[in-house]
C-alpha cells in the first residue's frame, strides 16, 4: 500500500513506516499531522484510485520527529574589473516526518 502526496509545492511516495524530509511545517516535535492532498492511492492488492471525488476519503497520517535546517548553500557573486564580490548563505528549513497510516475511511 502507498499513496502519492503532496506538500510544499513538491510530490511524495509514502508507505506506512517511512520518513521523509518535507518543507518546513508549522508544528514541534511529537505533533501529530495529517496530509489532506493525496494525488494516488494504491492498495496492496494492486486497486489503483485517482480522482478528488474518489481520494477525498483517504487519510496520510504522519508524525513530526524534528525541526531542523538543511546544509548551507552558499551564494558567492563577482563581477571582474568593478571589484564587486558578494557572499551570501541561505539553509533551508525542513520538517522530518515519519509517516503512520495511511487509511481508506469512510466519507465524511
Known amino acids: 500500500m ?30 501529530k499531522v495529517v ?20 481520494l477525498s476519503e483517504v487519510k496520510v497520517k504522519g508524525r513530526i520527529l524534528e525541526q531542523g535546517k538543511a546544509r548551507k548553500v552558499v551564494v558567492f557573486k563577482r563581477k571582474p574589473k568593478t571589484d564587486y564580490n558578494k557572499l551570501q548563505g541561505h539553509r533551508q528549513g525542513y520538517t522530518l516526518v515519519e509517516i503512520e497510516e495511511i487509511s481508506k475511511g469512510k466519507k465524511a
Open 2 to 31: 502507498f499513496a502519492i502526496i503532496e506538500t510544499g509545492g513538491k510530490q511524495y511516495q509514502v508507505t506506512p513506516g517511512a520518513r521523509l524530509k518535507v518543507e518546513k511545517l508549522a508544528g514541534a516535535a511529537g505533533e
Open 35 to 54: 496530509f489532506k492532498r493525496v494525488l494516488l492511492f494504491s492498495t496492496d492488492d494492486g486497486a489503483v484510485l485517482t480522482g478528488a471525488d474518489r
